[in-house]
Every structure is written in structure tokens, then in C-alpha cells.
């Protein structure tokens, strides 16, 4: 059982950053591709970016590429996002969740009902 919280939401005027953190529970942290999705009202759950466990491979959806950050560091059980030049649209629920697998080291998958585990979500809303 993994338990993952995150951290780092809030409220910030269009052009800022904010970074988020996930810090998970559990020794098998590791081995887990982890994720970030989002979910703003009246849409889907999307995955804005999801890294792999080793970190050599990252994905980002198209609307935060060159904006958002995923990184991850195995010894703190942590991954965290860092989204700079934030926009009005970016505003929602992010959640981290991770996939238990198994995949290997440069694999990842960005469908929601492919991760296992999520946090309850943190509150990011960008002012125009």
C-alpha cells in the first residue's frame, strides 16, 4: 500500500510559478512510475506530465510543455512538478498518483486508470 500527499497548491497571478511536491509513503516508491493529472471543473482527468521510475523518461501533455517540470528523488520519496508561466487554464485539482507496474525502467503510461494510487489533490488556481 503506497500513501502519497501532496503539497504546494495555491493561488498565484497568471505568469507565476508555483512547484509541487508528492511525497509518498512506502519502500517501493522506486519502482513506481508516478504522475501528475489534473482536473478542472466540468473536464476529464488529465495527465499533465508522468515520469518513469528510474526518471530517465518523462511525458508531458502538450498544453504544459516547455512550462512544467516533472522530477523525482527516489531517496526522499518525493516527485515533484514545477509549473512556471502559469495561466488562467492551468487552473484545477492536481493529483499525484502512481503506477505500480511493472515496467521497465524507461516506460510510462499516462491513463489514469493505469495508476493504482492517488493522493487527494491539491487546489492550484492562477489569476488572469
Known amino acids: 500500500q503506497v500513501q502519497l500527499v501532496e503539497s504546494g497548491g495555491g493561488l498565484v497571478q497568471a505568469g507565476g510559478s508555483l512547484r509541487l511536491s508528492c511525497a509518498a509513503s512506502?519502500?517501493?516508491?522506486?519502482?513506481?512510475?508516478m504522475g501528475w493529472f489534473r482536473q478542472a471543473p466540468g473536464k476529464e482527468r488529465e495527465c499533465v506530465a508522468a515520469?518513469?521510475?528510474?526518471?530517465?523518461?518523462?511525458n508531458y501533455a502538450d498544453s504544459v510543455k516547455g512550462r512544467f517540470t516533472i522530477s523525482r528523488d527516489n531517496a526522499k520519496n518525493t516527485v515533484y512538478l514545477q509549473m512556471n508561466s502559469l495561466k488562467p487554464e492551468d487552473t484545477a485539482v492536481y493529483y499525484c498518483?502512481?503506477?505500480?507496474?511493472?515496467?521497465?525502467?524507461?516506460?510510462?503510461?499516462?491513463?489514469?486508470?493505469?495508476?493504482?494510487?492517488w493522493g487527494q489533490g491539491t487546489q492550484v488556481t492562477v489569476s488572469s
Open positions: 512506502g519502500r517501493a516508491f522506486s519502482s513506481y512510475t
Open positions: 515520469i518513469s521510475w528510474s526518471g530517465g523518461a518523462t
Open positions: 498518483a502512481a503506477d505500480s507496474g511493472p515496467l521497465g525502467p524507461l516506460v510510462l503510461r499516462t491513463r489514469s486508470r493505469e495508476y493504482d494510487y
